[in-house]
């Protein structure tokens, strides 16, 4: 079956860095686009970055361009999220999640996420 397991949260202060990682199994990982979502307390779920299944391109919220990076390695059926310039609105759960389709780019439809790892910026 399917499962995708999120780590690497944890506490960080304002400017620091965290980097999440998602262990995927039960699927071809290298056929599908993988993204990473987060939902803070009281909020909505907010899509935070994707990337493609050959990690060709990638793509990434205004709200966190230029600070988070995300990757995969197909070898290992990982992907991550590294987080730097960590601000307290980055406080939220991160889902880790997997587009339904295997197209490469993906379709933006995901079927699976994880149990997420929760992550917050406090001083």
């Known amino acids: 079956q399917v499962q995708l397991v999120e780590s690497g949260g944890g506490l960080a202060q304002p400017g620091g860095s965290l980097r999440l990682s998602c262990a995927a199994s039960?699927?071809?990982?290298?056929?599908?686009?993988m993204s990473w979502a987060r939902q803070a307390p009281g909020k909505g779920l907010e899509w935070v970055s994707s990337i493609y299944s050959d990690g060709s391109d990638r793509s990434y919220a205004d709200s966190v361009k230029g600070r988070f990076t995300i990757s995969r390695d197909n070898a290992k059926n990982m992907v991550y999220l590294q987080m730097n310039s960590l601000k307290p609105e980055d406080t939220a759960m991160y889902y880790c999640r997997k587009d339904k389709s295997t197209a490469v780019e993906g379709i933006g439809e995901y079927d699976y996420w994880g149990p997420g790892t929760q992550v917050t910026v406090s001083s």
């Open positions: 039960g699927f071809t990982f290298s056929k599908h686009a």
